[in-house]
């Protein structure tokens, strides 16, 4: 459908939100896991994790309420995914399956404490 009236809806994702039950177990998860420095709490019901190219909503307004979804809904880039794995598995980060290897892209799947699926993923270009 197309119509003469502009459209007001930018072309880009500008966040994602991850909904959490426990904030302060979700910051410091997050933070550790991307190296990026937080104060101690107690926090809001939203907590912003500002990368590079959009940011992450931590949001426990439905603490208690919400289902992780079954899949992961967004991926974080890695330029190394083999040092990646290891970070994660020293980090005692929960990884489900395997280290997944195709001719253009790697990743591998983990998942968050309140199991939330996210992918690291590196791209072979």
Do not use: C
Request: glycine share 4%; proline share 6%.
């Amino acid at each position: 459908m197309t119509t003469n009236t502009p459209v007001p809806i930018q072309k880009k994702v500008a966040s994602v939100f991850i909904h959490v039950n426990d904030m302060e177990k979700a910051v410091e998860w997050y933070s550790r896991l991307l190296d990026i420095p937080f104060g101690s709490g107690p926090y809001d019901k939203i907590y912003s994790i500002q990368l590079e190219n959009l940011l992450i909503l931590l949001d426990s307004h439905r603490s208690g309420q919400f289902t992780p979804a079954g899949q992961a809904l967004f991926s974080i880039p890695t330029d190394d995914i083999d040092q990646t794995y290891d970070y994660l598995k020293s980090m005692k980060v929960k990884v489900i399956g395997e280290l997944e290897r195709f001719p253009d892209i790697s990743f591998v799947t983990i998942q968050d404490p309140d199991g939330n699926i996210l992918m690291i993923v590196q791209e072979v270009i």
